[in-house]
């Protein structure tokens, strides 16, 4: 298992992936339906291992359903979702457990227990490893305190380790989520609008800190945002869904913002889509 060093603490990286060259992600002609509304529409796409890919578009559009999709939350009405070697469209409930393990969740809303410290908090994203429920820092192994606590210096908020979830503000609530995140050793990392509720200070602060840390780890990142500037700034690649159907798949180099923008021009369902500069999938 790969490690990455912190501040003079070894810190477990994750878990090797499937073979070299293979995708972490593929999804092949990918159907979601609720209540016969299509929420995605024959979706294809391949992630690479250590790959940051930015999806944009309206609310509406299928990204988060998409996200939802990657780690079984969603059954797929039709088509093929495999995840680091996983057909999720067709796994088991003890499959899915042990798939959500690999894949990390950072949310909107952060999903922090207010009453509980950064460190009780960050600790939650190893509850995996350990058999049985555990109730207070304690009770956890003294290496799994160890590791936490190198995760959240690691996100700058050494400080703050001991102090409530919810007297911090909403950036270093972020990072603690992105702390915990870490702490689970993820292949992959699903963010839906992580910085969505944070001014555009902290949003860009967050980002830095978001892609440098995974990058650092080498972990595939799957990520929604509405913010077109931190997409081009950030991503490696982009991939645009216009009511469930994919419209644009570019590398984020060399794409001007005018072109990103495109895909949210508004186009009444069923309306033949305008090209939107569709280029081959990494």
Partial sequence: MPTTTTAGSTVPGPPAGPTAGEPLVRVRGLVKEFDGTTALAGVDLDVAR???????????????????????????????????????????????????????????????????????????????????????????????????????????????????????????????????????????????????????????????????VCAEEGLTVVCTLHQVDLALGWADRLVGLRHGEKVLDRPAAGLTKDEAMAIYRRVAPGTPAEPVAVGASA
């Fill in 50 to 212: 250590g790959e940051l890919l930015v999806l944009l578009g309206l609310s509406g559009s299928g990204k988060s359903t998409l996200l939802r999709c990657l780690n079984g939350l969603h059954r797929p009405t039709s088509g093929e979702v495999e995840v680091a070697g996983t057909r999720v469209d067709r796994a088991s409930s003890r499959e899915l457990r042990r798939l959500r393990t690999d894949v990390g969740f950072v949310f909107q809303q952060f999903n922090l227990v207010g009453r509980l410290t950064c460190l009780e908090n960050v600790l939650v994203g190893g509850l995996g490893r350990v058999r049985g429920p555990r109730y207070g820092i304690a009770t956890y192994p003294r290496r799994m305190r160890e590791e936490a606590l190198a995760h959240i210096e690691r996100v700058g908020l050494a400080d703050q380790a001991y102090q409530r979830a919810d007297t911090l503000s909403g950036g270093q609530q972020q990072r603690v989520a992105i702390a915990r995140t870490l702490m689970q050793r993820p292949q992959l990392v699903l963010a839906d609008e992580p910085v969505a509720s944070l001014d555009p200070e902290n949003a860009g602060a967050v980002m830095d800190l978001f892609v440098r």
